[in-house]
Structure formats: structure tokens, C-alpha cells
């Protein structure tokens, strides 16, 4: 139908999806995006209970095919069922497709979402040509898009290229290492977090260079599309950066570095996690579950046997998030900037919120704030749902619903004993801290509009 | 000092006490009410720590009398030990005498912050005056600090004329009746949680007169007093209200409304608080606890035999808080309100706030974010403080430490059980919760002024 109304030059299946996308995605994004991930997650649920699709030849069960297509087509990594035991080879097969689809998906929809947000609010110069992407280079939808694929495979490539002989020498077979090797290239790129040994990442712990390579797809994958391009073009020109990708690097890495300092400090004994590790791989550990917290969703420990002070650090880094247009999810590190700029201004007497020579625009804010609240009534209303599931007390239902939101993928264990009815709830919640959090921020942005009239300012007491 | 750099005419102590306080609130009004509830915090420790002040007659401790003076003084409620049976009459005299004056305190304190705060703005016309306080009435502090005075002895006088008469019949002793009358509806009205029964108000829960006219002293000082001015000034006139008023009683009446809902819903058929009372207790007990988690810390059931469910909900109820210059804690419902206007107007696509007819300015949103952020940070360090040194998981930790941040007083138990470090963590999260937060948000609208030049705006990607 929106063909019809926007007939494209050229035909060819390619460019017919591409201009459809932009079709739709100009006309009303915020739906385009749910839809699109609506359908992808319907078909990947239906492919998961196909009999050939377990290891035991029996169908799944709807409420596992569903809940592990949405956390795949998320790239979260939450899962009911062990990933390793519980499907076939084919189905471990869907599960690596949804990821990468899911994950390039995410990219290339927030892309086109940010593109298409500027031009409605008629600063596409200032987001995507002075901010970093530039017009001439990529202002049509469809460069874009294959910018973006061509980025990310070329990433998942360097990945795969360091992982696969790593894992040949470990599992001892060709075929086997090449396999886990694509596997875990993708699933650390996309922040999905989905393992394909039984026992979890563990069995490979012990490999610095797996380890490394893991988290160093993680990272990249979590700074996002924006700053992946910006590093690209400028690398590291620090004075080049636009702000968006200076704002990212920064919180990004702070909260990196303090995470994995507190997190050893609070493990540092703890022998049912890093405790009975040597001191150098004590501190490689604290540096992956850092990095991991905010998205990523590998561990190379037992997330529930970590102390509950640990869980409640990993419960802020998980719902902070990685960078905008990434693979990561949360409330995005630019949102948690754009409140500490807003806190600052304050505390210092300042009418406008400064960074890097740029004034943060006041209605920023206002979209910081809603994105934040909106995060937090549905963990909330989620937590509450799940302790009353479950009879627990807050403390794991609250773990789960942040790693869901935050679409992180790290477990209490929670997950693997919910009834149904929990599991449709993560799924719900994972759904939208995925699309939801990203088209919810655009739609706030595009409907940006003056009002006619202004009112007297009318100033209520606070604190 | 202060007194010889703005001498004042006409001498006489009280007025000399009210210049003082005009000019150091006028210099630093921040720094004037930390050091004001600083001083009243030592010296009602002093006083506790005197022999004669416990039934033991046996010194206090000063973690003890510390933190029961930081309580008292802050209007909170928490305290380690029984106040019925830990201190003597005469210490009991000095705790309602600290909470009197602690109340006081935080109303004129606040009353002259709001004011003076007006006044650096150049916006006293609009604060002052258009806004419900007329100047030609209460431009001086001094008839400003009157007023308050006056509202909140007439207030506690009407509460004690009920109280008494109910309260010798339910002890069968009118000297007895006369003290507990006075103490309750002094606590009351304060919004501190103190009781001098030793089961505390479980004894006069069967008393619907008792627990209705304390819930309305609990509402009327959560209400905060420029409410109760104007309703004293406009009675149900809701239109001559101004926005600060309306926007307080909105807020207020939806959460105790909803409050009450979702605990009787919650605990309706839990044993252990409400579930063998009669229908109309059931209701009453819900209606009673959802007006106390808001700031007044009484209560009929034992909070920490509630559900985990009802827990959670409290903490976000005690965290919201009351209103603006009240006796109530929190982070305030005007600012809940704040932002969630924001969000509406994120939602509608308006570039503005607006409410009944007036722009909320894009300044109060950013000290409203702050104020949040201030309080969420200082609860999550409290939090992970608690947690350390009880070994507990984060169920009881948060609740006690939202419960001192928001000067509520209802407890999971954790405050009696706590070492001498944990009660100084709490204190001093009663003191910020309490004094922190008004200074806090005044300090940060007083100094608001204009940059000299703007950059250029720029807008990172949310979401
Ligand atoms: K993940
Ligand atoms: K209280």
C-alpha cells in the first residue's frame, strides 16, 4: 500500500523493501519499527516449534518457542531452556539468524528512525550532516542501511577471524570451532548473549584471547552505529567528534571502569564467583562482567551467587544501558548523560545545560526524563508482577525485569522457573525495551511542535 | 555577624532572632537551615543522653540518642529502641518538644527559603504575591513566620480537643489521657511517627475516632503550608487556588487514593496485617497505612509482616513523599508532578508544560530531575551501605533507608537491629531527606542566572 503512495524508480526487490521502509518509517516510524519486530519475532517463534528445531524432536511449547524467539530477535539472551541441551543443531541455527537479523534490524531501523526524526523536525542538517553523518555521503535511506550492514559484518568478521581458530584448538575439531566461532563473533557483536556450551562461557573462561575478543565485540557492539561511524571517519580525533559520539565514549567508559572497580571490590572474595581466581584474571573477570552488565549478557561466573549488593550495582549498570542506534539496550548512555548535564547546570547556577561546547536543548531533557520514567514504571509494574508469580521477595524478579528491559541477558535464575505467564511478561518487557525505548524516544521527538499560545509561567515549590 | 551587617531597627530579642534568621536565610539560606538543624540535632542529644531522660535512668548511648534526636527533630519516627518503654516521661517530654520544634522549624525555615528564594529570583511578585501569599500580608518574614506558627498551633489544638476526651476514656486516667492526647496529635500533625504505646498504635486501632483524627493530622501537615494558607485563604474554591496548590492536592489525593486501593487489593487476605478485621476496618487500615507511607510513619499493622508486594509499593509511596514546605518528606509531589507533566507534554508533542492554565517553566523541570536524582543516589548508596553491614538481601535495606531518606518512620524492623555505623548512615539520610533536600532545591533555584553566550545546540540521540 505505501508503495502505491510512493511509487519507486527502478524496481528491483531491494530497492522496492528499501523504499517501503523509508515509506513507512517517514510516515510513522514509531509503528513501523513495532510492526516490523512484531512480525519477525511471529515467524521466528513459528520456525522454534517445529519439531526439528529441538534435540528431542518434540515441538516446544509456545511459551518457550516465543519467549526465546523474543529474546533472540532482541539480542537479549534471556532464556528458559539451556540453549546448548535443549535445541537441535537447526534450531541453535534459527536462534544465531535471529540474532544477526534481530541485531541488524535494531541498527538499521533506529538509523532510519534517527534519520527520518531529524528531517521531520527539520534539523536534518544538524543530526545528520553536521552531527556526523553526512548528507552527501549518506543521505539516502538506502546507503545508510548498507553502511550499516557492511560495518557490522565486517566487525562480526574481524570477531570470527580470532575466535574460530581459538575454538578449533579448544573443542578439537574443525567443523565444531567454526561453528561456536561464528556463534559467539555474532551473539558478542550483538550484545545477545546467547551461549552454545551447556555450561555457559565458563568452559572457555580460561582463554584470555576468547575472552577478550568476546568482550571487545560487546563493547563495540554497545557503543552503537553513530559512533562507530564517527571512529571510523575520525578515529581518534577527539576534537572531531560530534557530541553525541563524544558523550557516548565518555559515560560509556566511566561507567566501565567504575563497574568493574566495584565489582571486584565486592567479589574480590567472594569464592563462589571470582574468589579462587589468580589476581590477573580477578581483574579480567570484574573488567568482562563490567562491560557485559550494561548489555552484553555473557558471564563467566553464576549471576545468583554473586553478593546481593553486587546484584544491586548490576541492577543500575543493566538498566543505564549502552549507546543509542547500538545493540545494546537500557535507557542509553546519552539519556544518563543528558540528566547528569541537566544536574550540573543546576548545581553550578547555569540556565542551559553545556557539554563539549554545544548547548544541550532544554526539550532533550524533557525526553531524558520521559524515556527514564517510562523505564522505570515498567520495571516496576513487572517486578510486582513477577513477585506476585513467583512469592518471592524483590530481589531476583527485580534482577530479571531490569535484564529484560535493558534486553542484558544475565540471569538470577529466575527465568528457568517462571510459569508461563512470567515468561509472557519478560517477553512483553523485552519487546519494549528493545523497540519500544527507541520508537517511543522518536515518536517524542518527531511530535515536537510549538504551541500556539503560552500561558503565564506558574512556578510550583519543589523539595 | 550577620547581625552587624544588616543591623536591624527597633531590638527586642524575638525580633533581633527573626532579623538574624532574615539575613543569614537572605546570605545563604542553604547554609542557614543545615546549621540551624544541625545545632537543634546536638542539643536534643545532649539532653537525651542525661540520666534522667531513660526509665533505666541509665545514660544513653550516642549512637542512640543521636539518632532518636535526628528522628525527632527531622519529624521522622524511626528509632532503635521503644519509646514508651526505653525512656523515661521526662525523656519523652524532650522528644515531642524536638518534634515541635523540629516541625516548626522545617515550616518557617522553609516558608522564609521559599521566600527569600523569590526574592533572588525577582520573581517575589509572582511567588509571593500572584501565587498565593499576598505580600501586603506577609511581605515581613517575621509575620510570615507568625502565620505558620499560628496555622500549626490551631491545628494540633483542634486535634488534641478530639483526642483527649477519646484517649482518657480508651486509658481510663486523665492525666494520662491529657499527655498521650497532646503527644499524638503533636506527632500528628507533625507527620513524626512517634508513639508512646509500647505496642504502639495497634492498641488504639479499634478506635475509629482516634485513627481518623490522626490520619487527618497526618494529611492536613503532609499538605505543606502554603496549601493550608490558601485553603484558609480560598476554602473550596478551587479556582482561586494557585498552582502550587492545586498541583499539591491532585497529586496527593491520587496517591492516597491509589495507595489505598492497591494495599487493601494487596493485603486484603494477609493474616498477619489486615485479613481478619471486618470489612470496614479492612478499609479504613488500608486508607490509614496509604496516608502514612507517604510521610506520617504510623501505623496499625506491622509493615514488616506485609507482603513484599506492599513493601515495594510503599517504597515508592515514601519516596514521593508529601508537599512542598510541610512537615512531610520525600522528594515532594510537586515535583512527581513536574515531571510528570513533562512527560504528558513529551507524549502530546507540546513544547511546553502546562497546567491549569499555566507554563511550568523549563527550569523547574531541571530542578525536579535533580531533586530525583539527588534522592535515588543518596538511597542507593544508603542501600548498598545497609546491605554490607547487615548481610541482608536489598528487601529491608531499601525500605529502611527510603523510609529515613523520606522522614517516614515506618520500619522493616532493620533500625533496632542495626549497629552503631548503620545508625549513623540512617541519621544522617534522615538529616539529608529532611533539611538536604528543601536547602538542596532552594539553593539550586536561587542561583539560577543567565549565561553570558550560547553555543550552538547540540542534540544527542536518546533512546
Ligand atoms: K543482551
Ligand atoms: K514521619
Known sequence: MKR????????GLRT?????LKGIAGASPARAALLIFAFAIAVFTSLL???WATSSGRSASLPEALFVATSAVSVTGLTPVNT???WSLAGQIIIIVAIQLGGLGILTVASVLAASVSRSLGVRTKLVAQEGWKTDQLGEVASLIRIVIIISLAIEAALAAVLVPRLIAIEGDVLTGLWHGVFYAISAFNNAGFVIHSDGLAGIGYDPISVWTIMIGVFLGSLGFPVLYVLWRFRWHFRSWNIHAKLTVEVTTLLMVAGAAIYAFMEWNNNATIGDMPMWEKLQSSLFASVNMRSGGFSVVTSNEENSTTMLISDALMFAGGGSVSTAGGIKVTTI????????AEARGHKESVAHARTIPSST???AVSVVAMGATMVLLSTLALMSISGLDMERPLYESISAFGTVGLTSGLTSELPPSGLYILAAL???GRVGIISFAAALTVRQRSTRYRYPEGRPILG
Not at 4 to 11: E, S
Open 337 to 344: 548523560a543528558v540528566i547528569w548535564l541537566a544536574f550540573l
Open 16 to 20: 522496492d523493501f528499501v523504499g517501503w
Open 365 to 367: 531533557v524533557r525526553v
Open 430 to 432: 523485552m519487546f519494549a
Open 4 to 11: 502505491d503512495a510512493q511509487p519507486q524508480a527502478g524496481g
Open 84 to 86: 546448548a541441551d535443549h
Open 49 to 51: 516449534m517445529l519439531p
